[in-house]
């Protein structure tokens, strides 16, 4: 009961704060900023058909024997039966209503829990099995086979982290951002690729937008969206004159512009190039 107590004091104290702070600004701006995460930020996390291909399906099956081996035990089995029934049961109400708000709930989150979960039940249960009926050598081979596995999985992670640092270490982008790490000055603002995701961590300089970066507040994932669709063309078509300079200048206070490659088309005069490597430069805007 103490506990329960403590994590519902720690949700209420959470919950006093994110309320008011990002409660709906209005119904019509909550409505716009719902659609726009759901369909446009993170579809991918939103639509069921776009996160359930085969390894999602073979987690359900894992779901469902963990609940086969402890259907014995009521209690054991309420504790994955219940998560369950409720997720399965928002995720077959968003499918057939299409409602964007249990979409952005993802209440089929819940398998993160339940899936680990119930293989550690299917797991345990094939032991309780099997062991008694296993020899000594067999059971040794069992124990040494499963500290191996550990090993191998420790290795295997290490290996992939690993290659991870190493390929960000690669990445193109990074002595362009170490620039204006170096040389960035209070109030400075970056116009960037919109997909340049990790300039404003590697850099800490302040961005009009990125993809990455979306705000929570209703207003905020609006002005977010609009600062994409005002942004993407311009290094998608690659054309940067000085009337859609001026407009970012004064409407977001651009003072740098990086781009990727070549000069931009219809470079406009105001771009002074204060960087350049093979795959970046970087221009300040000229004051007038």
């Known amino acids: ?12 104290i959470a919950a006093m704060y994110v309320y008011p702070s990002f409660r709906p600004t209005s119904a019509e701006a909550a409505r716009q900023a719902m659609d726009i995460m759901f369909r446009f930020r993170i579809p991918h996390h939103t639509m069921v058909t776009r996160w359930f291909p085969l390894p999602t399906a073979v987690k359900f099956v894992v779901i469902l024997a963990g609940l086969a081996v402890t259907w014995r035990r009521p209690r054991v089995c309420a504790i994955l039966a219940i998560p369950l029934a409720i997720g399965l049961g928002l995720t077959i109400v968003q499918i057939v209503t299409g409602s964007e708000f ?5 209440p089929w989150r819940v398998g993160v829990v339940l899936v680990p979960l119930s293989a550690t039940l299917l797991i345990a249960w ?5 062991w ?3 020899s000594r050598g067999a059971a040794r ?3 040494w086979s499963s500290g191996l596995l550990a090993i191998v999985a420790v290795v295997t992670g290490g ?5 991870h640092f190493a390929a960000a270490a690669g ?3 990074l002595p362009m951002m170490k620039f204006v790490e170096r040389t960035k000055s209070p109030g400075d603002v970056y116009l960037i690729p919109p997909n340049l995701e990790e300039f404003r961590f590697s850099a800490g ?6 993809f990455k970066a979306v705000a929570i507040k209703d207003t905020e994932v609006l002005e977010w969206y609009s600062r994409i669709r005002a942004v993407e063309p311009v290094y998608r078509t690659g054309v940067l004159d000085c009337p859609t300079l001026g407009g970012f200048k004064a409407r977001y206070g651009v003072t740098h512009v990086v781009w990727p490659g070549s000069d931009p088309s219809g470079l406009c005069p105001e771009l002074r190039p204060v960087y350049r490597d093979a795959g970046f430069a970087v221009y300040r805007v000229a004051e007038r």
């Not at 249990?102 to 993802?106: C, D, E, I, K, P």
């Not at 300089?205 to 990125?210: E, F, G, L, N, S």
């Open 159 to 163: 290996l992939l982290t690993a290659a």
């Open 126 to 130: 094939s032991l309780d099995r099997l």
């Open 205 to 210: 300089a302040p961005t009009v937008v990125d």
């Open 171 to 173: 990445n193109p982008a």
């Open 102 to 106: 249990l979409g952005l709930v993802y």
């Open 132 to 134: 008694p009926s296993l």
């Open 141 to 143: 081979l069992v124990v």
């Open 1 to 12: 009961m103490a506990l329960a107590a403590i994590v519902g004091a720690g949700f209420g």
